[in-house]
């Protein structure tokens, strides 16, 4: 298994990168997450791997953080989620998002990720909610989810795109009422 490669960037092309490695070029796919965080062609670059042996191919995913291999790993395991489905969402969607949309049971942020469809989303959701750790979020994780959701789903509705709505979304208090709970965000919106 291979499960760490660093070495030197020879190739960027999303998502596809060939790292050096004392004279080896390894092939890797990665999340888009990853490939804007990259180093300059020529520069020195560490990527942890998840190596997937099939029999007719052997490939080689490469990751910036533990946590996006480790979430990758977490979406394998999920029925009807390949690699490439993994990748995608990985490349739509922030760890941190993917977390919320779970917190959250909302299937429509899931929905927005390309090859990802209602059913697909909603298997997430329920595959996933006991899954994953959301310590370390902010706010209104720890409020009602529909109270949440709904705050959640009017600004998008508004015409907020789901990062700042997500964003508002998590500065809000745990105890906040949908009403409340839109004015406030709309009021941290219309700051930023």
């Known amino acids: 298994m291979i499960a760490r490669l660093k070495g030197i960037l020879l190739e960027k092309t ?7 490695c004392n004279g080896v070029g390894y092939e890797c796919e990665v999340p888009m ?3 804007y965080n990259l180093p300059n062609i020529g520069e020195t670059l560490t990527l942890l791997t998840h190596f997937v042996v099939r029999e007719d ?6 990751f910036g953080t533990e946590r996006e291999r480790a979430t990758f790993r977490q979406l394998l395991k999920v029925n009807g989620i390949g690699a490439k489905s993994a990748l995608s969402i990985l490349s739509g969607l922030s760890v941190e998002d993917l977390i919320q949309a779970i917190a959250l049971q909302e299937t429509g942020l899931l929905t927005r990720v390309p090859g990802v469809g209602k059913k697909t989303a909603e298997r997430l959701l329920l595959e996933l909610k006991d899954k994953f750790s959301v310590e370390g979020l902010t706010g209104n994780v720890n ?3 529909s109270a949440a959701s709904d705050v959640l789903n009017a600004l998008v509705s508004l015409g907020y ?3 700042e709505a997500l964003l508002a979304v998590k500065q809000l208090a745990p105890d906040v009422g949908v009403s409340e709970g839109i004015k406030l965000a709309l009021k941290a919106l219309s700051k930023s």
């Not at 999303?14 to 050096?20: K, Q």
């Not at 191919?57 to 490469?62: K, P, R, S, V």
């Open 143 to 145: 409020a009602p989810k």
């Open 161 to 163: 795109n789901e990062k």
């Open 57 to 62: 191919a052997q490939l080689l995913y490469g």
């Open 33 to 35: 997450s990853t490939f």
């Open 14 to 20: 999303p998502p596809h990168v060939v790292i050096d």
